[in-house]
């Protein structure tokens, strides 16, 4: 209910006597409670205050009923005073009425609701800017089985997980007790960018819930808004409180100030809606995709009027009083770069601070800070992600701020994806495998983007780096072309969706039986689950008990015990779902007895069922065949069997003779090719002989087809072609089925669903570059073949575009040097080699100039006719063929151009040039000139000697060579080129220096204290270089140890001090040159001997201080949320003597030697680096220290969050 506080009687009838649209007029926005009803205001001494908030009792921004107007006069106001002393308070404002239902009816028929996952939600929030606003969300765990996922946005689309730790924070508890969690988000230091629409997302495993809210951010109060109603006064001062009357007039005066000084307010308001380095990157943008990228990042969902306001901003250049040269609005660099970032400052004395994220940055390996001139220089060195933030560079009172970007390197495919052939109602799964762990993968097929709010069917799924693409219940909508998209590549396949065909493995066989025998009719089909019935004559067959129907596996069977005459007839099976049939006829064999005598020839009574006169019997290879004779005679005949020309009498195994009475039967239990063959009875008995030929003819699949092979390719094509198998399996062959699929891959793809008649096929819609295998299968009426062998790996490629940029380089009497870039295309095949051909002008006769491919881009044409004009083409050759050639545009005169000779002489030979004694010289030096010029080399006016001095000269340069320097060898060399009467010469000065001699004279001139005077003279050799220094050496008499005790010194003399009294000295001087020192010292001839004196030490009394202390923590673990994927650290500091052990705890368990993580101490600082976070690595952190005083313990929470 909303309060309302009565004014006193007084104050009530000056209320009153006020038209109430005035009172309200003269009231500023901070007074109005129709405004915002947020605010409870003091109205004098009588007025006690009116409140205005959301309830059940009245609307918002009601104050009370509204009274009516009466006449301002004051003698009436006295008149009425005190009766409107007498009269009641204003009754409290009538609720708003609420819509009555009769009972039992109501509003809508509504569909119930799943309850919602919300048992608190928050609603509006108002703070203040610079404040701090904390949100809370109730959510009923009793409806879920384990922890929910949760997750807070501003606006449609920034999650502000990305946030977290800067100003946006997050808890979670959980009572146990009533089962409900409580998720927290906490702002800190609200800005006005602050407001707007929030939304909270939570996903469990069985349901969802969302709820949204909003924040208001107003700005700070001041105090001239808290003290306005100071205006709002009484004109009698020492009345009565009851007594005097409201100022308005100057209430009004100060509205009309505070108005002009809300215009300028509100000016100042939208400029500072953004935090200033908002507007800072926004003002150095210069791309217009970049506004929208900084508005999405930083939650501006009013982009226009941000656009707006900045076009009124970049009209006012505010030229800096600190900075001449400004950083970028942003900066971007690979992962483990480096990265420098430049200002420019206009006084070179002022102090200059750099800050990462609001923390000032100090110099280190990391951080290195550069002064030259009046730049400033911030290198970052070894970019990872933790430096992906916002900088800030600083003097005195002005800053800049600019942002760097951390690029991670291009997320490459591993494992491309397979092609696929599926059925109609399959489960499909493209899987394809990527060089990073939880790396951003797109799916598309046919160049449209596949997401979940597309098409609920797909189903994405990523394991490790491993990532799949799942449709449940495939249909033929789904074939297309697959593509999986990364940051660094992509990979294709086909998916092929077919309704399924059901294959006949084995069909039913026509029966012959006799009376109270049983007949089984057999057939296989292809797949497991498929269901049939039975007809007979087109009735449906039902089980009986004679009759018996069983379907196991790919199996049907119907048996029928004691067959009778009627149960002949035409017996069909018919898979349920497929237009297929199969179908039999059961032949009854009815035996009539006549009466014979008693001597009876034998006769055989065979029933060949219209066949012909060969009794031709053909089965299918692995079926049954029983051969069932009935055979009378008096007396009973023997029998036998002859296979072609051998008698055969096994009675058991896979073929046998079985005899009955009064027949004789010849059964193969699963034939074989083998069995083909001609059969022969034989009835023999007293009274005479009888005999019958079968034949049995096994027809079976056919063998694979031969030499499969590819004979050409094409860029996405490819010709097939196969010979015909050997054996045709006893039926002529129909057609041909083709499949073929990636090298490496395990899928077979089906090319072709109708069989094809002819042995070429050309196979299309290939990837060029990816290797492929293809292979065939033979058909005839029987089935389907095994598989032929697969072809060699083959790719489709195409041939080259033609090579480009075809210049001459060189042209002679004989040869023209040709030079040329690679193709623009050189397709999946690369490029073998090129060829290079010539032709006489007005000719189309080409010349191959080379029989053997040419890797690099240049060759010289050798053999040419002088004085001839030439052109000159190039073909570019890989394994698809020849690429169109490239011709040289103008025909080329053979004829060579004379040119002068020039010696380039090197930089560095322009100088002596100085060599130790022992090492190589190796000068080369390279020339010009045409024809090939005449090279000669003198040292000192002489000519060289060949035993020492090596020269060889080639068309554009001539080497001088020495395996081992001498001294002999320094001089001065000279090297002329010449051409017929035109010369070049050049001069080289070469010295070669060794280690000098020792110094000679080294004597000690003079003694005194502990100083000792010691003089030489230079060495007699300084080996051909200048002495750079002495190094001096001193050593006691009694030890002989030498130490140094001067080096580089370069006089002939010097000062030993801070000798020991006492002893007595030697010296030895070393000379040194380029080459080092030399090998052997110059030793003093004589010696310094350092007098003693008396001296007497008094050691100091004095008591160390014990600096032991047990270790302490000094500052702790915090509790940290990271993202999978970005390495993080933990840090703490600890002090403690002597310097404790430190160990490092996860979850209470010692963290030894794991990669993952790594340990550092930097002055009791203790540093936990984890390499690329898990969710397995989330837990409980602690950290130990530990010496022999005690122990210090300090813990934290380690959340590791996946982006989604």
């Given at each position: 209910m909303r309060r309302i506080l009565a004014p006193s009687p007084g104050i009530r009838q000056q209320m009153a006597e006020v038209p109430w649209n005035y009172q309200l007029a003269g009231l500023p926005r901070a007074l109005d409670p129709g405004a915002d009803g947020r605010r409870d205001v003091a109205l004098g001494s009588g007025f006690t205050g009116f409140s205005a908030g959301s309830g059940e009792g009245g609307a918002q921004g009601t104050v009370g009923p509204r009274p009516a107007p009466l006449a301002a006069e004051k003698k009436e106001k006295k008149k009425e005073e005190k009766k409107e002393e007498k009269r009641e308070a204003p009754e409290p404002p009538k609720e708003a009425p609420v819509e009555q239902h009769p009972e039992g009816a109501k509003p809508q028929d509504k569909p119930e609701e799943p309850p919602s996952l919300f048992l608190q939600k928050p609603g509006h929030v108002l703070v203040e800017c610079g404040k701090e606003v904390a949100v809370q969300v109730h959510v009923d765990g009793s409806q879920l089985s384990a922890r929910p996922g949760v997750k807070w946005f501003k606006g449609k689309w920034l999650e502000l997980g990305i946030k977290s730790g800067l100003r946006f924070q997050?808890?979670?508890?959980?009572?146990?007790?009533?089962?409900?969690?409580?998720?927290?988000?906490?702002?800190?230091?609200?800005?006005?960018?602050?407001?707007?629409?929030?939304?909270?997302?939570?996903?469990?495993?069985?349901?969802?819930?969302?709820?949204?809210?909003?924040?208001?951010?107003?700005?700070?109060?001041?105090?001239?808004?808290e003290n306005v109603l100071q205006a709002f006064k009484r004109t009698g001062e020492g009345k009565d409180n009851v007594a005097g009357e409201l100022d308005f007039s100057g209430l009004l005066k100060k509205r009309e100030v505070q108005g002009?000084?809300?215009?300028?307010?509100?000016?100042?308001?939208?400029?500072?809606?953004?935090?200033?380095?908002?507007?800072?990157?926004?003002?150095?943008?210069?791309?217009?995709?970049?506004?929208?990228?900084?508005?999405?990042?930083?939650?501006?969902?009013?982009?226009?009027?941000?656009?707006?306001?900045?076009?009124?901003?970049?009209?006012?250049?505010?030229?800096?009083?600190?900075?001449?040269?400004?950083?970028?609005?942003?900066?971007q660099v690979d992962k483990g770069n480096k990265v420098k970032m430049v200002v420019e400052i206009s006084d070179p004395d002022l102090p200059i601070k750099w800050y990462k994220n609001g923390q000032e940055l100090k110099p280190s390996a990391k951080y290195l800070f550069e002064n030259v001139g009046k730049k400033r220089i911030l290198t970052i060195n070894k970019c990872t992600l933790a430096d992906d933030a916002a900088y800030e560079c600083a003097v005195a009172d002005e800053k800049l701020f600019t942002e760097l970007f951390v690029k991670e390197p291009p997320v490459v495919i591993t494992k491309a994806l397979d092609d696929q052939q599926m059925f109609v109602g399959d489960r499909v799964e493209l899987q394809v495998e990527v060089s990073e762990e939880g790396a951003q993968v797109m799916w598309m097929k046919d160049g449209v983007e596949l997401t979940r709010d597309t098409a609920f069917k797909y189903r994405f799924k990523k394991d490790g780096k491993k990532h799949y693409l799942i449709i449940n219940d495939a249909t033929k909508e789904d074939t297309g072309l697959?593509?999986?998209?990364?940051?660094?590549?992509?990979?294709?396949?086909?998916?092929?969706?077919?309704?399924?065909?059901?294959?006949?493995?084995?069909?039913?066989?026509?029966?012959?039986?006799?009376?109270?025998?049983?007949?089984?009719?057999?057939?296989?089909?292809?797949?497991?689950?498929?269901?049939?019935?039975?007809?007979?004559?087109?009735?449906?067959?039902?089980?009986?008990?004679?009759?018996?129907?069983?379907?196991?596996?790919?199996?049907?069977?119907?048996?029928?015990?004691d067959v009778r005459p009627e149960d002949e007839a035409d017996y069909t099976f018919v898979p349920d779902g497929f237009a297929l049939s199969l179908s039999a006829k059961l032949n009854f064999l009815e035996i009539k007895v006549e009466y014979v005598p008693k001597q009876e020839p034998p006769k055989i009574h065979l029933d060949c069922s219209g066949k012909a006169a060969e009794n031709t019997i053909i089965v299918v290879a692995g079926n049954k065949v029983r051969l069932d004779v009935p055979i009378t005679g008096e007396p009973a005949p023997t029998v036998s069997w002859m296979k072609g020309d051998k008698l055969f009498t096994d009675t058991e195994g896979r073929a046998r003779i079985e005899v009955h009475p009064d027949e004789s039967s010849f059964v193969i239990d699963s034939a074989e090719r083998s069995d083909e063959d001609t059969y022969c009875i034989t009835v023999t008995n007293p009274v005479g002989q009888d005999s019958a030929i079968l034949h049995i003819k096994v027809v079976d699949v056919p063998d694979p087809p031969e030499a499969v092979r590819i004979t050409s390719v094409g860029e996405d094509w490819a010709i097939l072609v196969w010979d015909p198998p050997k054996y045709d399996g006893g039926n002529p062959i129909t057609g041909y089925l083709m499949e073929r699929k990636k090298k490496g891959s395990m899928r077979w793809m089906k090319l072709n669903f109708e069989v094809f008649g002819d042995t070429t096929y050309e196979s299309t819609r290939m990837i060029e570059g990816v290797l492929?295998?293809?292979?065939?299968?033979?058909?005839?009426?029987?089935?389907?073949?095994?598989?032929?062998?697969?072809?060699?790996?083959?790719?489709?490629?195409?041939?080259?575009?033609?090579?480009?940029h075809l210049t001459l380089e060189d042209v002679t009497d004989t040869t023209a040097t040709i030079k040329w870039r690679p193709p623009d295309r050189l397709g999946a095949g690369g490029i073998d080699g090129y060829l290079i051909q010539y032709c006489l002008e007005g000719s189309d006769e080409w010349v191959p100039a080379n029989t053997e491919l040419v890797e690099r881009c240049g060759f010289t044409v050798k053999g040419l006719p002088t004085g001839q004009r030439l052109l000159f083409r190039v073909i570019g050759v890989n394994i698809a063929g020849h690429s169109a050639p490239a011709t040289m545009g103008q025909p080329v005169t053979i004829r060579e151009i004379v040119e002068q000779p020039k010696i380039r002489l090197p930089r560095q030979l322009r100088q002596t040039f100085v060599k130790k004694v022992g090492e190589q010289v190796n000068l080369l030096i390279p020339f010009q000139g045409k024809p090939r010029p005449k090279v000669t080399w003198t040292k000192d006016g002489h000519p060289l000697d060949p035993k020492e001095i090596s020269v060889r000269t080639s068309d554009l340069d001539t080497i001088l060579f020495i395996r081992s320097a001498a001294r002999h060898h320094s001089g001065q060399y000279q090297l002329s080129v010449q051409i017929e009467n035109m010369e070049d010469q050049a001069t080289i000065q070469i010295r070669i220096v060794e280690k000098p001699g020792p110094p000679v004279s080294v004597q000690v001139k003079e003694v005194w204290g502990f100083n000792v005077l010691l003089e030489w003279q230079p060495p007699k050799d300084d080996g051909n270089s200048e002495i750079t220094g002495y190094t001096i050496q001193k050593a006691d008499k009694k030890t002989m140890e030498w130490f140094t005790v001067y080096e580089h010194n370069r006089l002939t003399r010097c000062t030993i001090s801070d000798l020991v009294m006492g002893n007595e000295y030697s010296f030895r001087v070393y000379s040194q040159n380029i080459c080092g020192l030399s090998e052997v010292p110059g030793v003093s001839k004589n010696t310094a001997l350092i007098q003693k004196t008396g001296i007497i030490f008094k050691p100091l009394d004095y008591q160390e201080h014990d600096f032991r202390m047990a270790p302490r923590v000094l500052t702790p673990l915090i509790d940290r949320t990271v993202v999978a994927g970005y390495s993080t650290a933990l840090n703490c500091a600890v002090r403690g003597h002597p310097k404790p052990k430190v160990i490092w705890m996860k979850n209470h368990v010692e963290i030894r030697e794991d990669p993952k993580f790594l340990m550092k101490n930097s002055q009791g600082v203790l540093t936990l680096h984890i390499r690329k976070p898990s969710p397995f690595d989330a837990g409980t952190y602690s950290c130990l220290a530990a010496n022999e005083l005690g122990e210090a313990l300090t813990e934290c929470k380690l959340d590791v969050r996946v982006p989604q």
């Open positions: 997050f808890k979670e508890t959980f009572d146990k007790e009533k089962k409900v969690y409580v998720f927290e988000l906490h702002v800190g230091k609200v800005v006005i960018g602050d407001r707007g629409d929030y939304r909270c997302e939570v996903t469990g495993k069985e349901k969802s819930d969302i709820c949204t809210f909003n924040i208001d951010v107003e700005a700070p109060r001041t105090e001239e808004s002009e000084e809300k215009k300028k307010k509100k000016k100042d308001d939208e400029e500072d809606a953004f935090p200033p380095e908002i507007w800072e990157l926004l003002k150095g943008v210069t791309k217009k995709s970049e506004y929208e990228r900084i508005a999405f990042q930083y939650g501006i969902t009013d982009l226009r009027g941000m656009l707006k306001r900045l076009k009124k901003a970049k009209v006012e250049v505010k030229k800096s009083a600190a900075f001449t040269r400004k950083l970028d609005p942003a900066y697959y593509k999986v998209m990364t940051n660094g590549g992509q990979s294709e396949g086909e998916l092929v969706v077919e309704d399924k065909q059901l294959e006949v493995l084995q069909d039913i066989a026509d029966l012959t039986v006799k009376a109270a025998e049983q007949a089984e009719f057999k057939c296989e089909v292809s797949d497991e689950k498929v269901t049939g019935k039975w007809y007979k004559n087109g009735v449906e067959v039902r089980p009986s008990k004679r009759i018996h129907i069983t379907h196991k596996g790919r199996f049907h069977k119907l048996e029928i015990d492929y295998e293809m292979r065939v299968f033979a058909v005839n009426a029987i089935g389907v073949s095994q598989p032929s062998q697969n072809t060699k790996p083959f790719m489709p490629i195409a041939p080259t575009s033609e090579p480009t």
